[in-house]
């Protein structure tokens, strides 16, 4: 698989504050992640089962640990991922659905 960008993946860690509400810390979790960024044309609506989401892109890259409450940073644009995947069974590498946060 040939690698075609670079991300870093940061973790939200929630604390409460002592207004009963929540403070939000970003850590990142990969630094200069090597993957490949298949984007799609205009927004693509993928549906599992009831939920409905809409993707930005595909990303592929090696398996580490990751999950739909991460996020990802590309391109100084912030991604939310919408779905984590092992696509060849075997796992090698990852697919994450990716959708940009406005």
């Known amino acids: ?11 939200i860690a929630r604390t409460s504050d002592g207004m ?3 403070d939000e810390a ?13 984007w799609t044309k205009g927004m693509e609506k993928i ?11 595909n ?4 398996v580490i640990d990751v999950t739909e409450k991460d996020r990802v ?10 779905d984590v995947s ?3 069974n075997k796992s090698r590498s990852i697919k994450l ?3 940009l946060i406005e």
């Open 59 to 62: 990303l592929f890259c090696r």
């Open 86 to 88: 092992n696509p060849d």
């Open 26 to 38: 970003l850590h990142v979790l990969h630094n200069n992640l090597p993957c490949r960024i298949a």
């Open 20 to 22: 009963g509400g929540w």
């Open 73 to 82: 940073v590309y391109d100084s644009k912030t991604y939310e991922i919408k």
């Open 47 to 57: 549906q599992f089962q009831k939920d409905t989401h809409y993707s930005d892109g």
């Open 1 to 11: 698989m040939q690698y075609n960008a670079k991300v870093n993946v940061l973790r």
């Open 97 to 99: 659905i990716l959708r």
